[in-house]
């Protein structure tokens, strides 16, 4: 599918985004995600021909460029802000398997850990290693299987071209 911009509500998103970025403090842009608007909006073309929920994400996603930085002045404001963007996102990852960078990694060196860490506890009360030893060996060993198992899985999202922050594959 060919997206023409010229003519889309992109552009009037893009362009409330870079006027509403002018008015904004740029730490908050930062951590915020502003970026992360246009990236879903990316996304979310693409599939609003069949996804009844990526049409109302649309409107919501034009809601939110026009309306952040109204939004990151009060506390009830940046709340719903990153409320709304997060539905947005949870949905294009359950529904359409669009990942943000790193999510992988950052699933699997969590789960590594715990395991690790419940073997290496599991292992000191058995008295097989010491409490120290069992946790730092393992714990650490979780981490970097972890790691490197999510390093895999997040690449072979890049190449599929489903990942957030790059431009989706047509």
Same mark, same amino acid.
């Given at each position: 599918?060919?997206?023409?911009?010229?003519?889309? *509500?992109?552009?009037?998103?893009?362009?409330?985004?870079?006027?509403?970025?002018?008015?904004?403090?740029?730490?908050?842009?930062?951590?915020?995600?502003?970026?992360? &608007?246009?990236?879903?909006?990316?996304?979310?073309?693409?599939?609003?021909?069949?996804?009844?929920?990526?049409?109302?994400?649309?409107?919501?996603?034009?809601?939110?460029?026009?309306?952040?930085?109204?939004?990151?002045?009060?506390?009830?404001?940046?709340?719903?802000?990153?409320?709304?963007?997060?539905?947005?996102?949870?949905?294009?990852?359950?529904?359409?398997?669009?990942?943000?960078?790193?999510?992988?990694?950052?699933?699997?060196?969590?789960?590594?850990?715990?395991?690790?860490?419940? &073997?290496?506890?599991?292992?000191?009360?058995?008295?097989?290693?010491?409490?120290?030893?069992?946790?730092?060996?393992?714990?650490?060993?979780?981490?970097?299987?972890?790691?490197? *198992?999510?390093?895999?899985?997040?690449?072979?999202?890049?190449?599929?071209?489903?990942?957030?922050?790059?431009?989706?594959?047509?």
């Amino acid at each position: 599918m060919i997206v023409n911009l010229k003519d889309s *509500w992109m552009v009037q998103l893009h362009q409330n985004i870079l006027l509403g970025k002018e008015k904004v403090n740029p730490r908050d842009i930062t951590f915020f995600n502003i970026d992360m &608007i246009e990236q879903a909006a990316r996304h979310t073309v693409l599939h609003m021909k069949d996804c009844q929920q990526c049409q109302a994400n649309r409107d919501i996603l034009l809601e939110l460029s026009r309306q952040f930085p109204d939004m990151l002045n009060t506390i009830s404001g940046r709340r719903d802000f990153t409320n709304k963007l997060d539905s947005v996102i949870k949905h294009l990852r359950q529904e359409h398997g669009i990942y943000p960078k790193g999510y992988f990694t950052g699933i699997y060196t969590l789960i590594g850990v715990t395991v690790g860490g419940i &073997i290496g506890w599991i292992l000191a009360r058995a008295q097989v290693l010491s409490m120290y030893a069992a946790m730092v060996t393992l714990l650490g060993i979780g981490l970097i299987i972890g790691w490197v *198992w999510g390093q895999i899985k997040d690449r072979q999202i890049t190449k599929e071209g489903k990942r957030l922050d790059i431009e989706p594959k047509l």
